[in-house]
C-alpha cells in the first residue's frame, strides 16, 4: 500500500467518499468519470452502481494499482485512462456524472479553471459535477483561521520534526509551491464562470468542502 493508498483507507476518507455519493445521487445508466482518481477510492464505490467509470489519474502508478483493486473486487466497468484532467482524451457529451476528491488542489487556478471546462466539455446537457477538495485558504475569515490553526498544532504536536516540517511549509507558501485549495466562495465563482447551473458548495466541518452543479 503507498503512503496516498493508507490515507485514502481511513474512515475519514471512506465518509468524504460516501458523502461524494449522496450528493452525485447515481443512477444505473449514469457514465461516470472520475477525475484524479488514484487508487481508486471513488471509482470503486461507484462502479457497482452504474454503467461505467472512466477513471483518469496522470499517475500510471496510482491506476495501476486501481486496476489491481477493481480485478481483486471482480469489477469489469472501470477503464483507467492515463491522462491530466486539464485536457482530457474524452468525447465531448460522453458523461453523465462527474466525480472528483481530493485531486483539484494539486492545480493552479488555470489548472482548475481549464479542468472546470473540461468537465464541462464532456457532460451531457442536465449532466452532474461533484467535486470534493479541501476548501480553505490562508485568509482571516474565522473557519480559515480555525483550520489553519488545527493543522498547525496538529504538526507540531509532532515535535523537532513537527517544527522543521512547519518551517518548509512557510518556505513552500513564500515560494507559491504549496498545494492550492481553493475557498468555498471561488468555488462558488468558478462554477458560475463555468456556466454551470444549480451550485451547491458545502464548506464541512474540517478543511474539506463539497462543490456540485449541473451542466446547463
Ligand atoms: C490526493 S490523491 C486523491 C486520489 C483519489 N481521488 C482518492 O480520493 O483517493 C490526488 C490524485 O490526483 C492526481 N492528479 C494530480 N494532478 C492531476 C492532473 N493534473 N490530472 C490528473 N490527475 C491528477 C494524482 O496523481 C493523485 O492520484
Redesign the pocket.
Known amino acids: 500500500m503507498d503512503a ?1 493508498e493508507e ?2 483507507a481511513t474512515p475519514a ?1 471512506h465518509r ?2 460516501r458523502l461524494v455519493v449522496s450528493f452525485a445521487a447515481l443512477q444505473r445508466d449514469d457514465h461516470v468519470v ?9 471509482s470503486l464505490l461507484v462502479a457497482p452502481q452504474v454503467e461505467n467509470v472512466i477513471a ?4 500510471p502508478a ?1 491506476l495501476a494499482r486501481l486496476e489491481q483493486r477493481a480485478a481483486a473486487g471482480g469489477i469489469t466497468n472501470i477503464t483507467a485512462v492515463g ?4 485536457s482530457l482524451p474524452l468525447e465531448d457529451g460522453s458523461a453523465s456524472l462527474i466525480v ?4 483539484f488542489h ?2 493552479d487556478d488555470l ?1 482548475k479553471e481549464l ?1 472546470l471546462s473540461e468537465a464541462r466539455r464532456i457532460l451531457v446537457p442536465g449532466g452532474r459535477l461533484v467535486v470534493c477538495d479541501m476548501m480553505f485558504g490562508l485568509s482571516f475569515c474565522p473557519r480559515d483561521r480555525r483550520i489553519v490553526a488545527e493543522k498547525m498544532k496538529l504538526i507540531a504536536a509532532a515535535g523537532p520534526a513537527g517544527f522543521a516540517r512547519l518551517a518548509r511549509n512557510a518556505i513552500r507558501i513564500i515560494r507559491r509551491d504549496w498545494e492550492h485549495p481553493a475557498r468555498p466562495e471561488q468555488w462558488e465563482q468558478m462554477l458560475a464562470a463555468r456556466h454551470f447551473v444549480d451550485p451547491v458548495v458545502v464548506a464541512l466541518e474540517h478543511e474539506g468542502g463539497i462543490a456540485a452543479a449541473r451542466r446547463a
Open positions: 496516498w490515507v485514502a476518507f468524504l467518499a472520475d477525475l484524479g482518481a488514484g487508487t481508486g477510492l471513488l483518469v489519474d496522470s499517475a496510482m491522462a491530466d484532467m486539464r472528483s476528491n481530493y485531486a494539486h492545480l489548472g479542468a
